[in-house]
């Protein structure tokens, strides 16, 4: 083979490498914004999760040990 061969060869090699590093750039920056997304829909879920089921629940604790102890005391008797 010729020089000329070999320097096409890697004019080829080199396109391929830096098609392959673009396609993986935007792949990033998909997968960036898809992980943005996710997160804060994750965020949102968290924030009504805490809203709706946490903080009431945590609420309702102290009187939740009231009967409880009053259970306990009856129930030793």
Known sequence: MNGSCWASHADRLLWSLEAVQSAAAAEIRRTRDISFALTGM??????????????????????????ANTLDKDHAK
């Open 42 to 67: 994750a965020m949102r879920h968290i924030t009504v999760f805490l809203d709706c089921l946490i903080n009431p629940l945590q609420e309702q604790m102290e009187e939740w040990k009231r009967v």
